[in-house]
């Protein structure tokens, strides 16, 4: 199967292409040429399955340039990492509600599940492609994707790995985990700015020829971590086919029945996954994303209009707290019909003004699949509160969203369908937040605040967390976010002396 750019089309890569170079020549995002299919007999065979036999199968249709076996051997080793009998539980908390828990990783966040995989993609991708220069993974985080991009390649041949965050909008815990980073290959650096600017910036590195002659100059080629990279967003795919899977397993549903998928959404990554998924045979009803007050997605889903000239609110789910989503741009293709050029325009368009449009027939298709909606900051803090009295259920900032989000498209539709709301974190990555939702007490210092929610609620605390606050501090430096690029060539340099 070949890769091609949303931006120019004639751009074909193979898999192992897309996953080393994370983004096209020309700023595109790599998507597959077409969408393999599951039929009734691939599922029966899927549910018979163990995750990592799962995942492997999916990720076998869209890399066709690795083996079945090969893959297997990745997705044995990537989620043995992981605590408990599943990677990814589905959990029945009310008679036809379900929640999609992806948090069982080694950083405790749903991103563990593409980025304990992406190393041994990429490893296996720089063999294939007889790549020799270093692999730079660059990575802007919001929160989660930092730590898991740091632990997944975390002393990995070949590779180093820069992590740039907002110094004021990740949790206290998110931070930690960042700045105790083990490795000899790491490098974390906070920034004054918010999410956008980190990712900006790094999507302006790549695109930089000059930047890249002198980051080969000192032995290095640039890759992505990001949900930008194919091989970062081809393993969520799979546990979107593995919830369906699990959902015929519990009775509730049959082969060929639609389900709703209720995901909180930053950089539209996540719910993507799930879109592709519905492409290749899971039954989907509707797609519902969930955002908090940074509401640009909801705005652009009702009104056709991509706007990012509005407030930046910092809230208390900060890996959505986002208003450039960059894999919107996979979407806006195939609902465009695949127009590369258009594509380029709208995004060129955002680049210059902040903002594009697209056509009342492309969002009437799109709103046919796609529901919308956001949580303010109260509305977050009382569904947790309500998830723990209601369904004796723990949840994190960020899947309160979502929880608060699917309340309101059930009261205003309805709709009977089976739901699985998608949770993307522990509940102890955001204790302070969390403890104060469920007690009406705020207590600011994270450790503190952990063993309370702990004494409240019972939960117990997942191991990748408990001993955080005993490990070294590593990285403390803060940069101003028009330096990113210099960080970069300062470290490169530095390695290479």
């Known amino acids: 199967m070949k890769y091609i750019s949303t931006r120019n089309k004639s751009i074909k890569v193979s898999a192992a292409q897309a996953i080393v170079s994370g983004l096209s020549e020309d700023g595109g995002l790599f998507v597959p040429e077409v969408f ?9 065979e899927l549910i018979e399955m163990s995750y990592p036999e799962r995942a492997a199968k999916v990720l076998s249709l869209y890399l066709d340039d690795y083996s079945y076996d090969e893959l297997l051997g990745y997705t044995e080793k990537a989620y043995s990492k992981f605590y408990g009998e599943d990677p990814c539980p589905l959990v029945n908390v009310d008679g036809d509600l379900f929640v999609l828990e992806l948090w069982h990783g080694p950083t405790c966040a749903f991103k563990d599940m593409a980025l304990t995989m992406l190393p041994h993609l990429l490893s296996a991708a720089r063999k294939k492609t007889g790549e020799t220069s270093k692999t730079l993974i660059l990575v802007a985080t919001s929160g989660d994707t930092g730590k898991a991009a740091l632990e997944g390649f975390r002393d990995v041949d070949g590779t180093d790995i820069i992590v740039f965050y907002p110094s004021q909008g990740v949790s206290d815990m998110q931070k930690l985990q960042m700045m105790t980073q083990e ?31 002198k ?32 959902m015929i397993s519990s009775g509730k549903i049959e082969y060929g029945d639609k389900v709703n998928f209720c995901v909180p959404s930053g950089n539209f990554g996540n719910i993507l996954a799930a879109y592709y998924a519905s492409l290749m045979g899971v039954g989907v009803n509707k797609l519902i994303c969930a955002s ?45 019909g695949r127009d590369d050029k258009l ?25 046919k699949i796609f529901s919308v909606g956001f949580a303010n900051e109260e509305d977050t803090a009382a569904v947790i509160d309500s998830c723990l009295e209601v369904y004796d259920y723990l949840c994190d900032t960020h899947t309160a969203v979502a929880m608060s989000v699917f309340n309101d498209y059930y009261d205003a539709t309805g709709d009977e369908t089976p739901s699985v709301v998608v949770s993307t974190a522990n509940a102890y990555k955001f204790p302070c937040d969390v403890y104060e939702a469920i007690s009406g007490e705020r207590v600011e210092d994270a450790k503190k605040a952990t063993k309370k929610l702990y004494s409240f609620s019972g939960e117990e605390v997942p191991e990748p967390l408990a001993d955080l606050d005993k490990k070294q501090i590593r990285f403390t430096k803060i940069i101003d976010r028009e330096k990113i690029a210099d960080e970069v060539l300062a470290y490169t340099a530095s390695e290479k002396n």
């Open 183 to 213: 490795g000899n290959n790491v490098y974390v650096c906070a920034i004054e700015g918010n999410f956008d600017d980190a990712q900006s910036a790094v999507k302006t590195i790549f695109n930089d020829k000059n930047m890249q002659e």
């Open 343 to 367: 594509i380029a325009d709208r995004m060129a368009a955002l680049k210059k003004d902040g903002k594009y449009c697209v056509s009342s027939q492309e969002l009437n298709a799109l709103n």
């Open 215 to 246: 980051l080969l100059a000192d032995g290095y080629k640039l890759s992505s971590a990001n949900s930008i990279n194919w091989g970062r967003l081809a393993p969520q795919i799979a546990y979107y086919v593995s919830a369906y899977c699990d």
């Open 36 to 44: 393999p299919k599951l039929e009734k007999k691939d599922f029966d």
């Open 292 to 336: 908090n007050v940074n509401n640009v997605l909801t705005d652009f889903f009702t009104t056709g209009e991509y706007n990012t000239h509005r407030p930046f609110h910092k809230t208390m789910s900060p890996s959505m707290d986002i208003l450039i989503s960059s894999n919107l741009e996979r979407l806006l293709f195939e609902f465009s």
